[in-house]
């Protein structure tokens, strides 16, 4: 089933997230998840790495955390970068360990009908199949003529 969400709706999402917590977050500067994480980092939101393979390690600041149990309680909204299959126990722990929670957002490709529904019962915000950057560029104003600045500089330009 493909979601449909108003740009309204996507930029209020946006607009009132302040503690982004991102599920799968990656240290390789080439994967989709770090350029996300940088992104929305350098856009001021505050950033809440989750990666159980990086603990000890650190992304533009902020350390890795093992789990959602060690997230803050005031993460207000959840990224997800893992498979469809994954996802329900994910979301399902964080609508019970965070009071503060107003969005759940499945990356593009990721799309879990059961734990969106489990979310919006709990008065949670979901979106599903899209990309935070994508829409924070295209909703405030920041895409290129080129199509979506990634902040890489390639020197075949």
């Not at 969400?5 to 500067?29: C, H, N, P, Q």
Request: a positive charge; glycine letters at 8%.
């Amino acid at each position: 089933m493909s979601e449909i969400y108003t740009d309204r709706f996507l930029k209020d999402v946006m607009s009132r997230a302040k503690k982004v917590a991102i599920v799968g977050l990656s240290s390789k500067e080439t994967r989709p998840s770090f350029f996300v994480g940088r992104y929305l980092k350098l856009r001021g939101y505050e950033i809440f790495p989750v990666n159980p393979a990086y603990v000890g390690k650190d992304f533009l600041g902020a350390p890795y955390v093992g789990s959602l149990a060690e997230l803050p309680l005031d993460t207000d909204f959840l990224d997800i970068f893992r498979r469809s299959e994954d996802v329900l126990p994910i979301v399902e722990e964080a609508l019970e360990r965070l009071p503060k929670l107003q969005t759940i957002w499945m990356q593009i490709g990721v799309i879990n009908e059961e734990a969106a529904a489990h979310a919006r019962e709990r008065g949670v915000d979901v979106v599903m199949g899209r990309c935070p950057k994508i829409e924070y560029q295209r909703l405030f104003g920041e895409l290129r003529r080129g199509g979506f600045n990634t902040g890489v500089i390639s020197s075949k330009l």
